[in-house]
């Protein structure tokens, strides 16, 4: 059995940073991609950004130069860092990641950006 537990949600003002955390426990056999997704209120889930197992990573036109994906082998964790974040990033942040072949997600965490 795979979980995903996401950490480091909260409530920012605009300008601000959070870092979320996705760590992975269980049968780990392999993790071949992680990712970050987003679900707005009243809006379908966004793919935020991406790292391969090989570290090449792609990140959303809509966060691009503000968010960072990385991850950590060893602790078969991956991390976003966001950066000068903007009203408009406030949504629920999921992690996925594709091991031994299937896809599992975490939980979610609540990130709000407001004054």
């Known amino acids: 059995q795979v979980q995903l537990v996401e950490s480091g949600g909260g409530l920012v003002q605009p300008g601000g940073s959070l870092r979320l955390s996705c760590a992975a426990s269980g049968r780990i056999f392999g993790i071949t991609l992680m990712r970050w997704y987003r679900q707005a209120p009243g809006k379908g889930r966004e793919w935020v950004a991406q790292?391969?197992?090989?570290?090449?990573?792609n990140t959303a036109d809509s966060v691009k130069g503000r968010f960072t994906i990385s991850r950590e082998n060893a602790n078969n964790t991956m991390y976003l860092q966001m950066n000068s974040l903007k009203p408009e990033d406030t949504a629920v942040y999921y992690c996925?990641?594709?091991?031994?072949?299937?896809?599992?997600w975490g939980q979610g965490t609540q990130v709000t950006v407001s004054s």
């Open positions: 996925n990641m594709l091991i031994g072949g299937r896809g599992y």
């Open positions: 790292i391969t197992s090989g570290g090449m990573t």
